[in-house]
């Protein structure tokens, strides 16, 4: 669909009628110097985060990503937008791999109330969708792996106030608030009419452990917030990490709790992945202590409480997925999404509690 003519794809303009003004998109871009008197078109929606909806666009021979809140926006979403915004452009001056920051709209007038932003188009694979290499070569499987630690790595190691990201979240006493954070999370729960829950393994003790071993010394850096492989885009071409995207959780915090979330998250050899990540032939390339040892050879941090991290990850998905299993039993969400991710919820605890050994 282009500015200035008639859309032959009823499709895409079904999908983003309300979403933008393309007039005031493109007078916007003019603006910004975003290819300036060339043909705008929107191309279609991408996949991506749940929270935000991402638009392929093409100015020219450009092509470009646009990001703004969902339809219905949320109280928060415009400010958790600009905070975005305020960390891509701090890892435009690190090797960080994301995608580049092109303009930012931080006032909410251009697209009706919405916040955005535009960034390029990276191209790459999402590992949890595809991986076509992934059945006859270990070897790419294996340096996508440690592609991926060597990224987190590098993200942890960005001196946060040097690229301008000082007043970005709270670092001080963050990994004290953890546990009471989410504990009054899961406490919430109990609204949802017909939720008889929780029915969760030793959540209050792995709560309680995480508490009594909590790291005394930490130091505060960049933390994607939800760094996981389905936040990836990979170069098929290479099996290196092209982008860690979906900032939207990003804070200044401490980023071992992404590395925790990477194993966490981790595929396990005979055990299915909770959200049926196709990435099988990750289970059995490399081991825990492989990631745990690869990260540590790239960076400062004391790794000797890695353990922590990987059950508060674990402890803290499980909390946040047992969310949709409530509002599935109030007929909020699908139930069948619901009881599989209370079934996921289960095989997290019982990993965190093996971890803590509890």
Known sequence: MSVGSPSTDLSVSTQIDGLIDLVALRAWLDDQGVSPGRPLEVVGLLGGGTQNILLRLRRGSRDLVLRRGPRHLRTSTNDNLRREMRVLDGLSRTRVPHARLVAD???????GGAAFYVMELVDGLNPTVEMPWAEEDVTRTRRL???TVEALAGLGEVDHEAVGLSGVGRPDGFLERQVARWRSELATY????EYQGPDLPAVAAIGDWLDDNRPADWTPGILHGDFHLANLLVDPSTAEVAAIVDWEMATIGDPLLDLGSLLATWPRPGRPHGVGWSVD???SAVTKPELVQHYADR???DMSAIDWYEVLASWKLAIVIEGTHA???AGLAPRDTGKMLHAWAVTLLDQARVVAGV
Do not use: G, T, Y
């Open 281 to 283: 032939s990750m289970a």
């Open 105 to 111: 709209c931080p006032d909410e007038d251009i697209l």
């Open 327 to 329: 509002r599935a039993c």
């Open 145 to 147: 792996c440690f592609s």
């Open 190 to 193: 109990a609204r949802f009419p």
């Open 299 to 301: 960076s400062h941090r």
